[in-house]
């Protein structure tokens, strides 16, 4: 049983997210009282079409995205955002795709995590860079509630949490706010249940509001 | 991978397999009832043509979905050896939007079929899985009530059998060895090589049914 709640740092106008934001985030966490709980990894990545003739205007779907999740090694899931469908697969799905041949991994993302504990909740403190480097491209939290698994009834505990958590974090006046991106569950007929694919869901939209304002800034 | 034969038995002989079956494998079969949707990528997708199977279970109280993707066949002298035919396979089972998806990903539906039968799972040197089934085409679009048999009276049986590069060897000649038993009753070959029935399937069967599947074949 668990319900996730994943946000995203978005940083003031003029200003770009950068290590010391990181261990400033790290800082608040830890003044929660938290235990470190070990690493966490996620690794999101854009397929796009191979096409045969590429000059032939087809229209595939743009925004195809496939996650694995370390909870989950198991499993394998794909994402079309623009069509609100996400794919829950067996990890041999990779290389069923593989042998397909018609979709070919363009860009990966990591997503790595130290997750701390702390009662009733995980907090992972996750940066995200790139598949190859280690720049440093945004940061995510992940608050995690774990005695219940409807999302309906977390939402005011989550919110609760989230509150207190902004108070901490406005005492260190960072160039920046952490926000929720709306993660559209029902669209994709998901249940209340709280599952991997309400997680995998939320990490899309998450990485989707941070390359939108990286394109607003850039 | 895998290791696949098939051959063909007349439907008035598939109870006396099953007899056969039952004894051989000592264990119960189970009923199968699978909806095959083969898939082909759109025209201008993919470098190659690509072609990927849905099955769904239609057996399970929530019917479940698996992609099959087959490769190509093993080649070469060594290949030409064994009776069996070893190909790639890979299968990940996926949750119940998978043919929309396909769909959106620039997939279009190819044909479809209907296998209705039953299938008995067990460990004869590999882990074989023998299906007896009849393939059935659909009149209307995935209207799985409404399927009528391709080739009436006539049933479909494949013996196949997971393997890796290194035990197929092995796999095949398990394999080959577990369909000498059913010889009376049936040929077994390398897909695409149609054998046709057997001339003793009658009087095997008639031997089956009388006693039981206790007599020695």
Partial sequence: MTVKWILHWTPTQGSV???????????????????KDGRWKATLTFYRPNLRDPTIPSEFPRD??????????NKYYFIIRGNKIILEADSTILTIMEKLQSYKSKVALNFEGVQYKMGDFQMKVVKV???????????LIEIEYLPISSIEKAKP?????LELWREVMSKKSLPGHFSQAEPHFAEYKLPDNYTSQHTAIQYAAALAQLIASAQLRG | MECVVQGIIETQHVEALEILLQGLCGVQRERLRIHEICLKS???????????????DLEQAEPSWTVRHIGGAMRGAGAEQISVLVRTMVESKASKNVLRMFYLLGYKLDHELLRVGFSFHFNRGAQITVTVSSINKMLKVHATDEAVPVTPGIQLVEVT????????AEVAS????FCEYLAPLLHLSKPGISTGVVPTAAAAAASLMSDGGGTTL
């Fill in chain 1, 17 to 35: 997210v950068n290590s010391q934001i990181l261990n400033e985030i790290s800082q608040c966490v830890e003044s929660f009282n938290a235990v």
């Fill in chain 1, 64 to 73: 195809f995205l496939g996650i694995s999740l370390l909870e989950q090694p």
């Fill in chain 1, 129 to 139: 860079v790139p598949n190859q480097g280690e720049s440093l491209r945004g940061i």
């Fill in chain 1, 157 to 161: 505990i989550m919110e609760e949490f």
């Fill in chain 2, 42 to 56: 759109g025209p201008n997708l993919g470098p190659v043509a690509s072609e990927v199977r849905l099955l769904c």
């Fill in chain 2, 161 to 168: 059998a997971p393997a890796t590069g290194e035990t197929y």
């Fill in chain 2, 174 to 177: 398990a394999v080959s060895s």
